[in-house]
């Protein structure tokens, strides 16, 4: 059609990355557009900007990215001062401290940890013990230790909420998250506010420096710039009111182009998760035995394995 194309991937030079933008179509993925939208913005003048404006965009996936993924913030950072030893004291504090159950009180279902009184007590016995308190101040919840009460609640968070291979795995002496809707791998990303590194310090792997947040959006904030917006998706139907609501935007259901062969049975539903994997079982036996293929997604890693073992 006479249109240019230009494309945004990982590593491409700034005068690449102006180029691909200043074509008449641009393909990239959402956090590449994001990512250079934040350098854009903290960039000294206006020639060493590579986007030039947000006119027009089609979003793949368009569920995943503007409703499962909205409030996925993108952040630049820059290092802060080292302070591996402090995460490492506090972390093996916490970790004598929660072998008395009254000193904390759990909910799972809120993931949330929080002392008791006997807890910060005792946690303050301990912080001026090993010299990490103000001696002269009024205890932990005085305003001079208010990092400290914010570390401590953060070793307590990765000790008692976080669980290794659920939450994260540990590989090659890194902590590496795992996506909860997913199940993989998230290489590069990391929690946030110290906590990426109580969980560091209590594998007992390299606790690497905090970083302070220099830009950041969330992926909703920046596809909203565009002056249209739209997308294209399997699943938008079910999605329809939230899409309206949210972005005033219309769903329109594309017919297939020959009639559907595929077959749409209801939902099963099993009285307990064993009769529900027995069922599973039978019919990934059923689709080997026909030798047609088939896709098995579970929530977590653990899950997974349970149904290697099932299935060998």
């Not at 004598?96 to 000193?103: A, G, V, Y």
């Not at 062969?261 to 307990?272: A, L, N, Q």
Request: glycine share 6%.
């Amino acid at each position: 059609l006479g249109l240019s194309v230009g494309v945004i991937v990982n590593g491409l030079s700034q005068h690449e990355r102006k180029q691909a933008y200043a074509s008449d179509v641009t393909y990239g993925t959402n956090n590449e557009f994001g990512f250079d939208y934040l350098r854009d913005n903290l960039t000294y003048s206006r020639d060493e900007m590579v986007q030039r404006g947000h006119n027009f965009v089609v979003v793949d996936e368009v569920d995943s990215i503007l409703i499962d993924e909205a409030r996925t913030p993108l952040i630049i950072s820059g290092p802060t001062e080292d302070r591996s030893s402090f995460y490492r004291t506090i972390d093996l504090v916490i970790k004598e401290l929660i072998t008395d159950e009254s000193t904390f009180d759990l909910d799972e279902k809120q993931r949330q940890v929080i002392l008791t009184e006997e807890g910060s007590e005792k946690v303050e016995e301990m912080l001026l013990a090993a010299g990490h308190l103000e001696p002269d101040t009024a205890g932990l919840y005085d305003a001079a230790n208010v990092s400290v009460v914010h570390h401590v609640n953060q070793a307590l968070r990765a000790n008692k909420l976080y669980q290794k291979d659920k939450d994260y795995i540990v590989k090659g002496g890194e902590v590496i998250l795992i996506d909860e809707f997913t199940g993989r791998m998230m290489t590069g990303r990391r929690l946030s506010e110290g906590l990426h590194q109580a969980i560091e310090a209590k594998e007992g792997v390299e606790v690497q420096p905090e970083n302070q947040t220099l830009a950041s959006v969330t992926i909703q904030n920046y596809f909203r710039l565009y002056t249209k917006l739209s997308g294209m998706t399997g699943t938008a139907a079910t999605e329809a009111p939230e899409f309206q609501d949210i972005y005033k935007m219309e769903v329109v259901e594309i017919p297939t182009n020959r009639p559907v062969k595929r077959i749409d049975h209801d939902d099963e539903v099993y009285r307990t998760a064993e009769e529900k994997n027995r069922a599973i079982l039978t019919q990934i036996e059923d689709c080997y035995v026909r030798g047609q293929p088939i896709l098995v997604g579970t929530v977590s890693i653990e899950k997974s394995e349970k149904f290697a073992g099932m299935l060998k």
